[in-house]
């Protein structure tokens, strides 16, 4: 399941093109739920692209800096030894 949330978000969609409307403030969130794969792949010479999809063919793909991928990977090792979630 994909849950999109948008805020300040107005598009004028004319001829098939896609045009945005009014300042540039937009702000998006999006949850991936019901994960069915992931993995990790470089992403051009310095980031490090995370990849989830679902069985209904949602995709969200998150680029980081090599830094924040070392960051994420305490957070998993931490959760591992310290949280219930992996018994």
Same mark, same amino acid.
């Given at each position: 399941?994909?849950?999109?949330?948008?805020?300040?978000?107005?598009?004028?969609?004319?001829?098939?093109?896609?045009?945005?409307?009014?300042?540039?403030?937009?702000?998006?969130?999006?949850?991936?739920?019901?994960?069915?794969?992931?993995?990790?792949?470089? @992403?051009?010479?310095?980031?490090? %692209? &995370? +990849?989830? #999809?679902?069985? =209904?063919?949602? $995709?969200?793909?998150?680029?980081? @800096?090599?830094?924040?991928?070392? %960051? &994420? +990977?305490? #957070?998993?090792? =931490?959760?591992? $030894?310290?949280?219930?979630?992996?018994?």
């Amino acid at each position: 399941m994909l849950a999109l949330t948008l805020e300040e978000f107005m598009l004028e969609l004319n001829d098939g093109a896609i045009k945005n409307i009014g300042p540039n403030n937009k702000e998006a969130t999006v949850k991936l739920f019901d994960v069915d794969g992931a993995e990790a792949r470089e @992403f051009g010479d310095k980031r490090v %692209k &995370l +990849v989830f #999809d679902d069985e =209904d063919g949602n $995709e969200v793909q998150v680029s980081l @800096f090599p830094e924040d991928v070392e %960051k &994420l +990977v305490e #957070d998993i090792s =931490d959760l591992q $030894e310290n949280s219930a979630v992996f018994e």
